[in-house]
């Protein structure tokens, strides 16, 4: 039995596909997989026992007839079954064209409806959705290949790199422990305040702890500002492949993050995760994944009910002054930091 897997974007999003593969395999051994995403994202899955086929999006696969050319990329793996684990505009294209060869095509089932309800400005419903990876298991098992998913307790997954190895020779200090902190996001409404940032940042390295910080390529000027004056600083943005990424996380006391990426490339290295939200929510399904909720920090719904206000953080404020970010302080993220230092996961 061979499965094809679909999921081009995002990093994040990708990212939580690789523990719900990697229980697949575990339940299924002699299944065969290809995963089918964007070329740089293809380390995430050098833990799991995957094939890989590269979606060019921006070049051959690009447009209408980049389609029909990774359908007939795709046909020639000769699979069994597609799983469709992003159900955008091309995967339901492809859909139409493995239908002619019927070829089987499951495909996820976002919730949208309630996503709607849960960040529309009034009579909000709060009603915890389906976290991504369970979505994700749900598409497997109307394949035919279900498995007993809990997103508190994933697959231990074993990355490992040289590079990461020498990198964290070449930064480790001598501290009380080693955190890693990724501050930036795409978007204004998961975005915590820079000086909120500065000050947690100055407040750890009181205290003796080593900060890692982490981000991607055009990440690396404005978090170099934080490593001005601090011996205890260290600046990784877009120095490191995924894969030697998580590995060097592993080693991390603890990570904090904002809703991005980093949080769940953190939680697959069963690091524990101090997670940062605004405008975006747990209850929309793309929490941390393992046992971290005791480690999310937010202003509580008693405090600011307007929050959701948006499933991404990409919609304008509500009330205009982002005080889902703005009113929370660095000493509380420093509380949990603190907490998650002292409960490994």
């Known amino acids: 039995m061979h499965l094809v897997v679909l999921r081009f974007s995002a990093i994040g999003d990708v990212a939580l596909t690789v523990p719900v593969i990697a229980q697949i395999k575990q339940t299924y051994p002699e299944v065969k997989i290809t995963v089918v995403t964007r070329g740089f994202l293809k380390s995430l899955f050098s833990a799991v026992d995957v094939n890989f086929l590269e979606a060019d999006l921006n070049g051959r696969h690009k447009g209408f007839k980049g389609i029909k050319k990774l359908h007939s990329d795709i046909k020639k793996l000769n699979p069994d079954k597609i799983i469709d684990l992003h159900g955008v505009l091309r995967t339901h294209i492809l859909k139409r064209f493995f239908s002619l060869n019927r070829i089987p095509f499951f495909s996820i089932n976002k919730g949208r409806e309630g ?4 960040t529309r400005k009034e009579n909000k419903v709060w009603k915890q959705q389906k976290h991504s990876t369970t979505r994700y298991a749900e598409v497997f098992a109307e394949a035919g290949f279900p498995i007993n998913w809990k997103t508190e307790s994933i697959p231990h997954l074993k990355y490992t790199n040289p590079k990461a190895e ?3 020779a070449e930064i480790k200090t001598e501290s009380t422990a080693t955190i890693g902190i990724a501050p930036l996001t795409t978007f204004k409404g998961k975005t915590w305040p820079w000086e909120k940032v500065e000050e947690l940042v100055q407040q750890l390295c009181e205290q003796q702890i080593q900060v890692v910080l982490f981000g991607g390529k055009g990440d690396k000027e404005i978090l170099d500002k934080l490593t001005l004056n601090q011996t205890l600083v260290s600046n990784l ?14 080693k991390l006391d603890a990570m904090v993050s904002m809703d991005s990426s980093n949080m769940h490339l953190a939680t697959l290295a069963g690091t524990p995760v101090v997670s940062i939200w605004g405008a975006t929510h747990t209850l929309a399904g793309f929490g941390p994944l393992g046992k971290n909720d005791h480690l999310i920090a937010e202003i509580p719904k008693e405090e600011l009910d307007c929050r959701p206000c948006s499933v991404f953080g ?15 302080s660095s000493q509380s993220v420093l509380e949990k930091v603190i907490l998650a230092t002292k409960q490994k996961l």
């Open 115 to 118: 996503k709607k309800e849960l």
């Open 166 to 168: 020498e990198v964290w």
């Open 237 to 250: 943005a877009g120095k490191l492949p995924f894969d030697a990424e998580i590995a060097l996380m592993k």
């Open 314 to 328: 990409n919609k304008p404020c509500f009330r205009g002054d982002y005080a889902c970010l703005n009113y929370l």
